[in-house]
């Protein structure tokens, strides 16, 4: 029997830890609690053996097996191994974002004396009645607060540990207090996690049959009366609220005494699960289309992959309004006809509510929901149903890719381009490639589709990796919207002033009203303006965390465009917030100014101009709770709102029958950003945004607006000519050296001083400039574009080279000279197939 396992943990460290068995060994997969540096850490096994550790350290024991059995299969641990060697990223990491899971493991911490504390307890003089003395002059803390830290000490005394909670009511202290005795050294805190039941159940309030009524009051009654008119059971939730009795003003109570009398039993029942959808208003499901000519040969292409097994990736080039959806639904049909199950991601939570409605229409109970916007319980639930079968269709985001599901056959991944699917934490994988491998891996067929693909795509079906399918007419034969450019520039001449609409956009507007068709107006930047700025000095606001220009959200009752003391601003990156500041706070002028148009000054502007429309607004501060995606899409398929305004949201997925307009503001902004996939980005989404027009019976209309009308980005979205965007761009990366000519890797280089990330990049710098590298290219050091971020001071490297094996033993001897140079592992951020470099 083995007596140690190694087990990965969620720690910044490439390498496992050895502990000791204690009874029969876990098996691989599983999940244990260990201790960990001073915590109690919840880890997977990765192996099992009888090899004792070499070292003076003594080994612990695992303290807690959490699972009889592996409760990730081996294709899955194979697949983490694959991401950790791949991405350069710890397996423990890899693991802890395989499995949405936290909610079955409660942490706390608790607090207990340390041996500086006890000296400091001693020490101190007491008076004749026991308190202690006359609180020191030298510390900061008021008399009151001194008091209370000698009272936490005195109460954890007895060697005993406790939460913040319990000394917080033992002696009132509050966790600011409990922090600083921490870091004086008095108190050591320790990390707790414990298993928890994270099953979602109500309270069932049941009648007793055959009981003998006694005499009841009149609340008493009228509950009874409540449950017997639901049939007898209704769960305590809905009692509760019911409105017969909140209008008799039943108080709570009333329910346990008739439990206590033996007339309502209480049971505990599973709670049910949500998937949500949209209202049909009569549309068909994807799944109740007939499908077209070009549909029938994309389904055809994929059911002859799935028929000759193995391992097939697809790429589906389909133009917006092809009717892809269709498709993937009747070949996810097909993968269940056969036995298997079938993977569909999306790139954002707020195209799920309307794809799992549709879902739910065709598979009914067999589909599940993966994606963050769940609480924890029902993440950990959807992801039980999942690994025991019961679900076999799964939709979601960017993680359902590590969905346990069984004989996977089909993996579907609807705007592959989308860099949604990026990790930008640690593992930072892309959900994309690593759906790919996981196809690899199961023999199974993978599909990636896309009406803008990815260059790094197209380039694969290029060279004969993947199997291109082309879908290149809208259903029923609708003709692609037509796109106008407006040349900004002359529109500034003719008018001589700055506005955020054109006149073209602003009378074809009010004329597609006029015919009660709908309008989606694309304003790329949230808040009311991205800049406020000093007309004295030319100084920017900027947070004080990051080094960025702060946003201005402006209260509803403001009017004009003068910056007003008291008016809020906001950081997107870190969430700062503060007042805009009376003065400039570089000259001291008070000529401050808002600059630039966001979404919310856009649906201002759109109020003003067309006070008769139905006006909507869709970024992150509309849809910001569970739910409010949904709201909004619903008015917007009913016809309720007739106008609607909003970031790049609006360009993805949806399929509203009454747009026939749509206005783009200010997209070629992008173009000036400091990364070399700008113009593809503006290609994809000025296409993708384009393509929500003319999807019903009357045809589309685009108005793009623009500074750069002569740019081929722009001019290529324009005609729809993807091919002819991806000739050009492809040119430029290959004289250039990016992606897909080679392979990227962005090396970010953090601290807490300016200093202290210098000094590290220049040893990095250093390293890299004396040691012989594999035809690897290197660039920096250098300030990352966004040189200050959460407080964190960053500089970066981009690496590149035309061979993926040269790159990873680049990095990977790069951690290690770090670790020699005692430079954190956290302090080091490695992207592989980077997508952003800011």
Excluded at 119 to 136: C, F, H, K, M, V
Aim: proline residues 5%.
């Amino acid at each position: 029997m083995p007596h140690y396992c190694d087990v990965a943990l969620p720690v910044p460290l490439d390498r496992s830890f050895t502990y000791a068995v204690n009874g029969a060994a876990p098996a691989v997969g599983a999940r244990v609690l260990v201790p960990f540096s001073r915590q109690r850490l919840m880890g997977v096994v990765v192996r099992v053996h009888d090899d004792r550790p070499t070292g003076p350290a003594a080994i612990k024991p695992v303290q807690q097996v959490l699972d009889e059995a592996p409760l990730l299969p081996e294709e899955l641990m194979h697949l983490a191994k694959w991401i950790a060697q791949y991405y350069v990223a710890p397996l423990g990491e890899v693991l802890r974002g395989m499995m949405p899971l936290a909610a079955e493991v409660r942490r706390h911490f608790v607090y207990r004396i340390a041996e500086a504390g006890r000296r400091i307890l001693q020490q101190s003089a007491t008076l004749l009645d026991g308190s202690p003395s006359p609180p020191s002059r030298r510390s900061h803390l008021s008399p009151e607060d001194q008091a209370r830290e000698f009272a936490t000490l005195r109460h954890l005394s007895n060697g005993a540990d406790a939460r913040a909670s319990a000394l917080r009511a033992a002696t009132g202290v509050r966790k600011a207090l409990l922090d600083g005795m921490v870091h004086k050294r008095w108190l050591i805190r320790e990390a707790r996690a414990e298993e928890r039941d994270a099953r979602r159940t109500e309270r069932i309030a049941v009648l007793v049959p055959d009981a003998r009524i006694p005499k009841l009051n009149e609340n008493q009654t009228a509950i009874l009366a409540e449950i017997a008119a639901a049939g007898g059971r209704m769960s305590v939730a809905d009692l509760r609220d019911s409105f017969a009795l909140r209008e008799l003003g039943v108080p709570a109570p009333t329910l346990a005494t008739l439990v206590k009398r033996g007339l309502v039993g209480i049971e505990e029942s599973a709670l049910p699960f949500h998937l949500g959808g949209l209202p049909a208003n009569g549309k068909l499901s994807a799944h109740e289309h007939p499908l077209n000519e070009a549909q029938i040969e994309a389904l055809s292409s994929i059911a002859a992959a799935m028929a000759q097994g193995g391992f097939r990736p697809l790429l589906l080039y389909g133009v917006t309004g092809s009717g892809k959806t269709a498709v993937y639904f009747a070949a996810m049909q097909r993968a269940l006809d056969a036995g298997n199950s079938a993977l569909l991601l999306v790139p954002e939570i707020g195209l799920t509510p309307a794809m799992a409605g549709q879902m739910f229409a065709a598979f009914g109970t067999q589909v599940a929901l993966l994606h963050s916007g769940l609480t924890p319980d029902e993440r950990a639930e959807q992801w039980h149903r999942i690994r025991r079968g019961e679900a076999r269709i799964v939709v979601g985001t960017r993680s359902a890719v590590f969905a346990p599901m069984r004989n996977l056959g089909l993996i579907l991944v609807d705007e592959e381009h989308d860099g949604s699917y990026k990790q930008e934490e640690t593992p930072r994988y892309h959900g994309r490639d690593v759906a790919v491998m996981r196809a690899k891996f199961n023999e199974a067929v993978v599909v990636l589709g896309s009406a803008t693909p990815s260059l790094e795509s197209w380039a694969n079906a290029e060279r004969g990796r993947y199997t291109r399918i082309e879908m290149l007419t809208r259903v029923m034969d609708r003709p692609l919207p037509t796109v106008e450019l407006v040349d900004m520039r002359t529109e500034f001449k003719e008018t001589g002033k700055e506005e955020i609409y054109s006149r073209q956009l602003v009378a074809e507007t009010q004329a597609t009203l006029d015919r009660g068709e709908q309008v989606m107006v694309l304003l790329n930047r949230r808040g009311y303006s991205f800049t406020v700025l000093c007309r004295s000095c030319g100084e920017k606001i900027e947070c004080e965390n990051c080094a960025i220009a702060m946003t201005y959200h402006k209260p509803a009752a403001e009017t004009d465009l003068h910056a007003h003391a008291g008016d809020r601003l906001e950081c997107h990156y870190c969430g700062f917030r503060r007042p805009v500041p009376k003065l400039c706070p570089k000259c001291e002028s008070e000529h401050l100014y808002y600059l630039g148009a966001g979404s919310q000054q856009g649906e201002e502007r759109l109020q003003e101009l067309f006070p008769g429309a139905r006006i909507g607004r869709m970024d992150r501060d509309t849809v910001r709770g569970r739910g409010d995606m949904q709201r909004l899409l619903t008015r917007l398929h009913s016809g309720e709102i007739n106008l609607l305004v909003g970031t790049q949201m609006i360009a993805k997925g949806h399929d509203i029958h009454g747009v026939t307009l749509v206005g783009v503001v200010g997209a070629d902004s992008a173009l000036g950003l400091p990364d070399f996939r700008a113009a593809e980005r503006v290609f994809q989404l000025l296409t993708q945004v384009s393509g929500r027009a003319g999807r019903g019976v009357l045809p589309g209309r685009v108005l793009v607006q623009t500074y750069h009308p002569e740019h081929y980005a722009i001019q290529c979205a324009s005609t729809h000519d993807y091919t002819g965007f991806v000739a050009r761009e492809m040119q430029f990366r290959r004289w250039m050296h990016y992606p897909p000519f080679s392979v990227l890797a962005n090396v970010i280089v953090q601290g807490d001083s300016l200093e202290e990330a210098a000094a590290w990049a220049a040893a990095l710098g250093r390293w890299f400039g004396t040691t012989h590298l594999d035809k690897v290219r290197v660039l920096g050091p250098a300030p990352a574009p966004i040189a200050r971020l959460k407080r964190i001071y960053r500089f970066h490297f981009v690496l590149k080279t035309e061979r993926r094996d040269a790159l990873g033993r680049t990095l990977r001897a790069l951690l290690a000279f770090a670790e020699s140079k005692a430079i954190p592992r956290r302090n080091l951020l490695l992207d592989v197939d980077a997508i952003h470099l800011m």
